[in-house]
């Protein structure tokens, strides 16, 4: 995805939280965050940012100007619009590097003077939290760079028949439409890939390692996930995870089993491979269906976790 050209603003240190942050003239990005600030630490919320024009449109509408710093943000950017920020996504900033680990956070209203004073706080839906991956230095008049961070779904559909032409492939396209309707209203940046292959294990095993070479996000697989003898689904899967994620499809195969007893013969594993989730679905739309609404309940959740942010 293309990247994007803004310029630091302020550059706002606190020694003490709970407090607005001061405007300085330059500070080093250091490996926890910016040196001197009471923010800095060990956490994932290590750097914080925020639009200046979301601070002008907030100040308008509560009738008074704000200055940089005021709600706690370290850096207050110009020119780039944050509310298309997406987890994952980074900031490149005077050498250092920067990764997005979470949009927005809890307003502790006791404790935040705006919020006192207007009601309300801009940084529970606008703030941009992040991690230092590579410190730097960092001054006002900068030019940054935000780099987007597509979130890689690649759907594959095991069948000999589809994968010759002999019928249409139908449960691929449908995991593809609910994910897309499940991302739609969210801030991720999704890219979709798809395969058609036949039921044959050396294929699906150099397909699976090469989307965790590639940093693929999401595996979904569809077919192969019975008994019958060319179903080879979900040996080859377990074989290239690093670990099981059983409780998933466990759960799926009760919830959906205790109506139809045929529902229990599935079966689907989930894993992960490097940081790639994989999903082993079996081969028809319905189940598809079936599984995907389980499943989406916990993907973003779990996206995070493999990338060390989650709780």
């Keep these: 995805m293309t990247s994007r050209r803004f310029e630091v603003l302020s550059v706002n240190i606190s020694t003490a939280k709970g407090t607005t942050k001061q405007p300085v003239a330059e500070a080093a990005i250091a490996a926890q965050g910016l040196a001197g600030d009471a923010h800095a630490g060990a956490g994932n919320r290590q750097v914080s940012l925020l639009a200046s024009e979301t601070i002008a449109r907030f100040g308008a509408e509560a009738g008074r100007s704000f200055k940089p710093g005021e709600f706690a943000e370290n850096i207050t950017t110009r020119g780039v619009d944050l509310d298309r ?3 994952l996504d980074r900031f490149l900033i005077g050498g250092a590097v920067l990764e997005v680990t979470q949009i927005g956070k809890a307003c502790h209203a006791d404790g935040c003077a705006i919020f006192k004073e207007v009601g309300r706080c ?3 839906q606008a703030g941009i939290f992040c991690r230092v991956l590579q410190p730097g230095a960092i001054r006002p008049g900068d030019a940054g760079e935000y780099a987007p961070r597509p979130l890689r779904i690649r ?5 000999d028949r589809a994968s010759r032409g002999d019928y249409e492939d139908r449960s691929g396209p449908r995991a593809r ?10 801030r991720w940046h999704v890219e979709f890939e798809t395969a058609v292959l036949p039921d044959d294990a050396e294929r699906l095993r150099r397909e699976l390692l090469a989307a965790r070479d590639a940093g693929v996000d999401v595996v979904v697989t569809s077919g192969g996930t019975g008994v019958g003898p060319r ?3 979900p040996e080859t899967v377990t074989a290239v995870c690093d670990k099981m994620v059983p409780g998933i499809m466990e759960a799926i195969r009760a919830k959906y089993g205790a109506a139809n007893p045929h529902a229990c013969l599935s079966r689907s594993v989930a894993g992960v491979a490097g940081t790639t989730l994989i999903y ?3 081969g028809s739309p319905r189940a598809v269906e079936e599984y995907l609404r389980e499943i989406l309940l916990t993907l973003e ?5 493999v990338h060390g942010l989650g709780h």
Aim: aromatic content about 6%.
């Design 155 to 159: 759907i594959v559909t095991l069948s």
């Design 177 to 186: 439409e609910l994910m897309a309707e499940f991302f739609r209203p969210k």
């Design 301 to 305: 959740h779990v996206i995070l976790m």
């Design 280 to 282: 082993a679905l079996p």
């Design 231 to 233: 179903d080879i689904t």
């Design 122 to 124: 801009v940084m529970p």
């Design 85 to 87: 920020v997406a987890p």
